[in-house]
């Protein structure tokens, strides 16, 4: 988690990327447990005059880069998180249908060595559906 807006650049250099103001935007949007954003969502929030090439390329730049997570939740919906601390690509997310946070569970990691004899692993899209422990409470 970047936890102040002033760290992100040296959190970008860390990746190799230099702080440029619009990926910074970018960053500074998903911050906070549990963030997950759409490219919609993310449109809505950056000002008026974002071009949206950039802002596809720039997710696309982060997901490779490891700094953003891709979550499919379904056909319709993928969303993006900032990876944190689990920098291991293929573990499973919780997604909470209440407050529609999701959370990394590094825990619930996916082994391609379990699939059966002659299959290729190429990636693996795994979430769970629930309710999250705050959502829980107020219910
Ligand atoms: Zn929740
Ligand atoms: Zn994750």
Do not use: W
Not at 55 to 78: A, M, P, S, W
């Amino acid at each position: 988690m970047v936890s102040k807006s002033k760290n992100i650049p040296s959190f970008l250099k860390a990746y190799g990327l230099s702080g440029t103001t619009f990926r910074k935007q970018v960053i500074e949007l998903f911050n906070g447990e549990g963030t997950a954003l759409t490219q919609k969502e993310l449109e809505d929030k950056l000002p008026d005059e974002t071009d949206r090439v950039t802002l596809y390329r720039t997710l696309k730049l982060f997901t490779e880069k490891g700094i953003l997570h891709k979550i499919v939740i379904d056909d319709n919906i993928q969303k993006y998180k900032l990876a944190g601390s689990f920098k291991r690509k293929d573990h499973a997310h919780f997604y909470c249908l209440n407050c529609h946070k999701l959370f990394c569970m590094p825990q619930l990691e996916i082994d391609p060595t379990q699939l059966p004899p002659g299959f290729e692993y190429y990636s693996a899209r795994l979430v769970v559906e629930g309710v999250c422990n705050k959502c829980e409470k107020k219910l």
